[in-house]
Protein backbone atom coordinates (compact mmCIF):
# COMPACT_ATOMS: atom_id res chain seq x y z
CA UNK A 1 0.00 0.00 0.00
CA UNK A 2 1.09 3.61 -1.24
CA UNK A 3 0.84 6.14 1.45
CA UNK A 4 2.84 9.15 1.60
CA UNK A 5 1.70 10.67 4.64
CA UNK A 6 2.90 7.57 6.71
CA UNK A 7 6.53 7.94 6.21
CA UNK A 8 6.31 11.42 6.41
CA UNK A 9 4.42 11.80 10.35
CA UNK A 10 7.04 8.60 11.13
CA UNK A 11 9.58 10.54 10.05
CA UNK A 12 8.85 13.36 11.68
CA UNK A 13 8.50 11.50 15.59
CA UNK A 14 11.97 10.03 14.53
CA UNK A 15 13.32 13.21 14.52
CA UNK A 16 11.23 14.55 17.75
CA UNK A 17 12.82 10.99 19.26
CA UNK A 18 16.48 11.82 18.29
CA UNK A 19 17.27 8.93 16.02
CA UNK A 20 18.16 8.67 12.37
CA UNK A 21 16.67 6.99 9.93
CA UNK A 22 19.23 4.01 9.91
CA UNK A 23 19.06 4.04 13.95
CA UNK A 24 15.43 3.25 13.58
CA UNK A 25 15.86 0.58 11.24
CA UNK A 26 18.51 -0.89 14.17
CA UNK A 27 16.10 -0.48 16.95
CA UNK A 28 13.11 -1.72 15.36
CA UNK A 29 15.22 -4.82 14.09
CA UNK A 30 14.27 -3.70 10.53
CA UNK A 31 17.19 -3.85 7.90
CA UNK A 32 18.18 -0.48 6.98
CA UNK A 33 17.73 -1.69 3.03
CA UNK A 34 14.32 -2.52 3.64
CA UNK A 35 13.44 0.56 5.46
CA UNK A 36 14.98 2.97 2.67
CA UNK A 37 12.97 1.13 0.45
CA UNK A 38 9.99 1.70 2.24
CA UNK A 39 10.28 4.90 2.51
CA UNK A 40 11.91 5.34 -1.25
CA UNK A 41 9.08 3.73 -2.73
CA UNK A 42 6.42 5.00 0.10
CA UNK A 43 5.09 1.37 1.30
CA UNK A 44 3.52 0.70 4.70
CA UNK A 45 5.06 -2.25 6.32
CA UNK A 46 2.69 -5.41 7.10
CA UNK A 47 0.49 -4.56 9.22
CA UNK A 48 2.44 -6.21 12.34
CA UNK A 49 6.15 -4.13 11.49
CA UNK A 50 3.48 -0.60 11.13
CA UNK A 51 1.70 -1.46 14.46
CA UNK A 52 5.41 -2.09 16.34
CA UNK A 53 6.26 1.20 14.66
CA UNK A 54 3.32 3.00 15.43
CA UNK A 55 3.33 1.63 19.41
CA UNK A 56 6.99 2.30 19.63
CA UNK A 57 6.50 5.80 18.77
CA UNK A 58 3.92 6.41 20.76
CA UNK A 59 1.54 6.99 18.24
CA UNK A 60 -1.49 4.98 16.83
CA UNK A 61 -1.31 3.00 13.87
CA UNK A 62 -4.43 5.50 12.69
CA UNK A 63 -2.58 8.32 13.16
CA UNK A 64 0.83 7.10 11.02
CA UNK A 65 -2.20 5.80 8.28
CA UNK A 66 -4.32 8.57 8.16
CA UNK A 67 -3.24 11.47 10.17
CA UNK A 68 -6.38 11.47 12.30
CA UNK A 69 -5.94 11.08 16.53
CA UNK A 70 -3.60 13.99 15.92
CA UNK A 71 -4.17 15.37 19.44
CA UNK A 72 -2.82 12.15 20.93
CA UNK A 73 0.59 12.71 18.59
CA UNK A 74 0.81 16.26 19.63
CA UNK A 75 0.36 15.46 23.40
CA UNK A 76 3.37 12.84 22.96
CA UNK A 77 5.42 15.13 20.77
CA UNK A 78 4.86 17.96 23.66
CA UNK A 79 5.76 15.30 26.17
CA UNK A 80 9.09 14.42 23.91
CA UNK A 81 9.93 18.64 24.44
CA UNK A 82 8.91 18.59 28.16
CA UNK A 83 11.24 15.21 29.09
CA UNK A 84 13.97 17.33 27.36
CA UNK A 85 13.75 20.15 28.52
CA UNK A 86 13.58 19.09 31.92
CA UNK A 87 17.04 16.82 31.46
CA UNK A 88 18.70 20.27 30.15
CA UNK A 89 17.19 21.66 33.25
CA UNK A 90 18.51 19.25 35.76
CA UNK A 91 21.72 19.49 34.19
CA UNK A 92 22.10 23.41 34.81
CA UNK A 93 20.85 22.37 38.42
CA UNK A 94 23.92 19.96 38.63
CA UNK A 95 25.87 22.58 37.16
CA UNK A 96 24.90 24.75 39.59
CA UNK A 97 25.04 23.09 42.41
CA UNK A 98 29.01 21.98 41.71
CA UNK A 99 30.00 25.55 41.21
CA UNK A 100 28.48 26.60 44.56
CA UNK A 101 30.48 23.28 46.35
CA UNK A 102 33.15 25.25 44.88
CA UNK A 103 32.73 28.51 45.98
CA UNK A 104 31.76 26.50 50.02
CA UNK A 105 35.48 27.03 51.15
CA UNK A 106 36.17 30.69 49.70
CA UNK A 107 32.98 31.91 51.93
CA UNK A 108 33.91 29.81 54.86
CA UNK A 109 37.18 31.60 54.35
CA UNK A 110 35.51 35.01 54.24
CA UNK A 111 33.08 33.90 57.61
CA UNK A 112 36.03 33.74 59.66
CA UNK A 113 37.62 37.02 58.43
Avoid: C
Avoid at 77 to 87: D, G, N, P, T
Amino acid sequence: MRNTGFWERTKALIKAHNMTQMQFADIFGFSRHTVRGWIYHKRVPELNAAYAIAYKLGVSLEYLISGKDKDIADLRYKELELRKSSARILEMIESAQKELQGMRPLAEHWARD
